[in-house]
């Protein structure tokens, strides 16, 4: 079993929906938990950035932690086509340890 | 500010051959990471430098691959000899350190296929 799991898609929604994309994960240990964006042939960007659980909010986008539940989400409000890319879920225990990434989910919103 | 530039983007060799990956970090970032991403998988870490030093370099096939950051601030990374299942895009990232959110910025990769 993989440390960090999620969904690889392919989603594709309407303009202007909402976006839920999640991962799950194993190790309890985990503190730190970041969302990416990768567009084709471009390396990840960081969208959002959360320590422990709890809601972080930025724009169209909205990151949650469920620690208990080893659950954490990435939410896109008012989705527009240029949202289309792979999202990677990341985590990482202390920071000094590595991130862990999730497989990556492809997203695409169609106009 | 210009980001992280990678060169080649793209290399093609047939196996068994040598081939190397060059990385220039952002600017004043003292932490630089290699990884290594599949097709539909996320990038999975090779090996981290702060400064000249290796910190972490336990994922680092080190049989075949090896790396260098002799000053501190660009880096190489060398297969030899190259293997099939070498085919992948090589990430590399800069960093601050100390920082507690530990922001990554990705350059754009190289492409490796190899025949």
């Known amino acids: 079993q993989k440390e960090v799991e999620q969904d690889p898609g392919p989603l594709s929604v309407p303009e202007g929906a909402i976006v839920s994309l999640n991962c799950t994960y194993s190790n309890s240990a985990f503190q730190y938990f970041m969302w990416y964006r990768q567009y084709s042939r471009k390396g990840p960007e960081l969208l959002m950035y959360t320590y422990s659980s709890g809601n972080k909010e930025d724009g169209r986008f909205t990151a949650q932690v469920d620690k208990s539940s080893k659950y954490i989400s990435l939410f896109i409000r008012d989705s527009q086509p240029s949202d289309s890319a792979t999202y990677l879920c990341a985590m990482r225990n202390s920071s000094a340890s590595k991130i862990i990434f999730g497989s990556g989910t492809r997203l695409s919103i169609r106009p | 500010e210009a980001g992280v530039v990678q060169s080649p983007r793209y290399k093609i060799i047939e196996k068994k051959q040598p081939v190397a990956f060059w990385c220039n970090p952002i600017s004043g970032h003292n932490t630089l990471y290699w990884y290594l991403q599949n097709l539909g998988q996320g990038p999975e870490l090779l090996i981290r430098?702060?400064?000249?030093?290796?910190?972490?370099d336990s994922q680092l096939p080190k049989d075949r691959f090896s790396a260098e950051r002799l000053k501190g601030v660009d880096s190489t990374l060398k297969i030899q000899p190259a293997e099939l299942g070498d085919s992948a895009v090589y990430l590399c990232a800069s960093s601050f350190t100390p920082d507690r959110e530990e922001t990554q910025y990705f350059g754009p990769g190289t492409r490796l296929l190899v025949l």
């Open positions: 430098y702060e400064n000249e030093e290796a910190v972490d």
